[in-house]
């Protein structure tokens, strides 16, 4: 069973940046793709960005160019880096794992439970 573990959302102004943080089960990060996923109220959940077992990435049209995703192995850790972040950024962000990589949250096998974004403007 893996287990994620969110960690590093706050409150920020708008043009602020944060750092998310994803801890999981040993080896995880080797043998899954891996994603942040974001939800607002009232909207689906919706991808921000994923990175395979290679390093490859993709990012979500509204956050290229500002958000960055990349992990580290051997610290069983994902991180999503965030800059000028944006008032509509707003949302609980959601670390994923799962054998394929897609935009689509259902095909994902694993979630944490979540941290939250806030951007003020």
């Known amino acids: 069973q893996v287990q994620l573990v969110e960690s590093g959302g706050a409150s920020v102004q708008s043009g602020g940046s944060l750092r998310l943080s994803c801890a999981a089960s040993?080896?995880?990060?080797?043998?899954?793709?891996m994603g942040w996923f974001r939800q607002a109220p009232g909207k689906e959940r919706e991808g921000v960005a994923t990175?395979?077992?290679?390093?490859?990435?993709t990012y979500a049209d509204s956050v290229k160019g500002r958000f960055a995703i990349s992990k580290d192995n051997a610290k069983n850790s994902l991180y999503l880096q965030m800059n000028s972040l944006k008032p509509e950024d707003t949302a609980m962000y959601y670390c994923?794992?799962?054998?394929?990589?897609?935009?689509?949250?259902?095909?994902?096998?694993?979630w944490g439970q979540g941290t939250q974004v806030t951007v003020s403007s």
């Open positions: 994923a794992a799962g054998r394929l990589k897609s935009w689509f949250p259902t095909l994902w096998d694993y």
């Open positions: 990175i395979d077992g290679d390093g490859n990435t």
């Open positions: 040993e080896n995880t990060y080797s043998k899954y793709c």
